[in-house]
């Protein structure tokens, strides 16, 4: 995926970079389905799109990553933070990005709990060197807006979701369709699940994507 930010990990999260990378090249996002197996598909995409612990990297799901989506708000990240080790797993080694699905929240929204963990997050990643890209608040409402429809309430749209769709509408009108594997639309109760699938089946049929069933 070409189009490197001009300062690749910034510990000021004003200065992260919001635009995801414009390709038409092949696409893989990879989904964290427990059953996936597709390894040689996936990584014969230039550009293979890749999410948190990643199950099965290094084996059944490929060893190709361009892109990290790192959940950015919450206990996994509180997680991964108190892990002294965890800039030494493969898949964070590997990645030659990294994308962060929430916009920083302001401080006086941060407590009295912490649950965004954006400036910790960036200031891990900064030794690495890598571009960061941080999902803006627009694309947000944008995911929200196609979600309503198909659910009751506000959605809270899955990282998943959040990030398919950034790089849906990032690339041009000609480019081929984006594989899509491993997505089971399963998980926390919070996410709009039947939502989210009816979207991504109303992409296939557009030609947008190819959604591969979880075990291939």
Known sequence: ?????????????SR??????VTDAR??????????????????????VRFNNAPGF??????RVTHLALVNRGGQMREWLADPHFLDRP????????ILPFPMLPAAHNVPEQTCWTREALALLRPLGRP????????????????????EGRPNPSTGF???????????????????YGFGFAGWPGH???????????????????LHSSNG
Do not use: K, Y
Not at 132 to 141: Q, R, T
Not at 162 to 179: E, K, N, Q, Y
């Open 192 to 210: 709009p699940w039947a939502a989210e699938r009816a979207w991504f089946a109303a992409s296939e049929a557009a030609g947008r994507l190819r």
């Open 58 to 63: 290094g084996g059944r799901t490929g060893a």
């Open 91 to 98: 898949v964070v080694r590997r990645a030659e990005a990294f």
């Open 27 to 48: 696409l893989s996002i990879v989904g964290n389905a427990p059953d996936l197996a597709a390894a040689a598909a996936i990584d014969a995409a230039p550009a293979v």
């Open 16 to 21: 992260a970079d919001d635009r995801l990378p």
């Open 1 to 13: 995926m070409p189009a490197q930010v001009d300062s690749p990990c910034p510990d000021d999260p």
């Open 132 to 151: 960061v890209h941080i999902l803006p608040e627009s694309l947000h409402a944008e995911a929200r807006r196609r979600l309503a429809a198909r659910t």
């Open 162 to 180: 959040l990030v398919t769709l950034a790089l849906l509408l990032g690339r041009p009108p000609r480019s081929g369709p984006v594989d899509a």
